[in-house]
């Protein structure tokens, strides 16, 4: 039925936009924060409930388990793209537990922050792929 599917684009395309509002605000305040959970549904003009609901619809993911992949791609782009020591930008991503930085960036992504920032710019990846007699490689 075309009404129902004109319904869901326009909520993908709302969710969509809410979800970036969200990550912009986690991005600007993830390092500035300890009530972020509180700012965000202030900026957004929810209770908390409602944007817990909100989140877990438009993503699947709880809005602290969100928050942290968040937090924790923005220091994913800041390792690949800095020189900057770990623990700065651990805490600049909100992270005070250097330990549990690591052990959530290893969970996330496959391999610890320092195996990450020591890749080439261009192969930061979770893989690194070479050629073999022709064929491809992990």
């Known amino acids: 039925n075309y009404t129902s599917k004109l319904s869901d684009n326009i909520s993908k395309k709302t969710d969509k936009q809410f979800i970036e509002q969200i990550t912009?605000?986690?991005?600007?305040?993830?390092?500035?924060?300890?009530?972020?959970?509180?700012?965000?549904s202030s900026e957004m003009c929810l209770s908390q409930s409602q944007l817990n609901r909100?989140?877990?619809?438009?993503?699947?993911f709880t809005t602290s388990c969100f928050v942290l992949k968040v937090r924790l791609n923005k220091a994913k782009m800041?390792?690949?793209k800095s020189s900057k020591p770990i623990g700065e930008i651990a805490?600049?991503?909100?992270f005070n537990d250097f330990?549990?930085?690591s052990h959530a960036f290893k969970k996330e992504f496959g391999m610890t922050p320092t195996c990450y920032q020591r890749l080439p710019d261009s192969t930061n990846w979770v893989c690194i792929f070479h050629l073999k007699n022709d064929r491809l490689f992990t």
């Open 24 to 40: 912009s605000i986690i991005y600007r305040e993830c390092g500035k924060s300890d009530h972020l959970l509180t700012l965000l």
């Open 78 to 80: 800041m390792l690949a």
């Open 99 to 101: 330990a549990y930085f």
């Open 91 to 94: 805490v600049e991503c909100g």
């Open 54 to 60: 909100k989140i877990k619809s438009a993503t699947g």
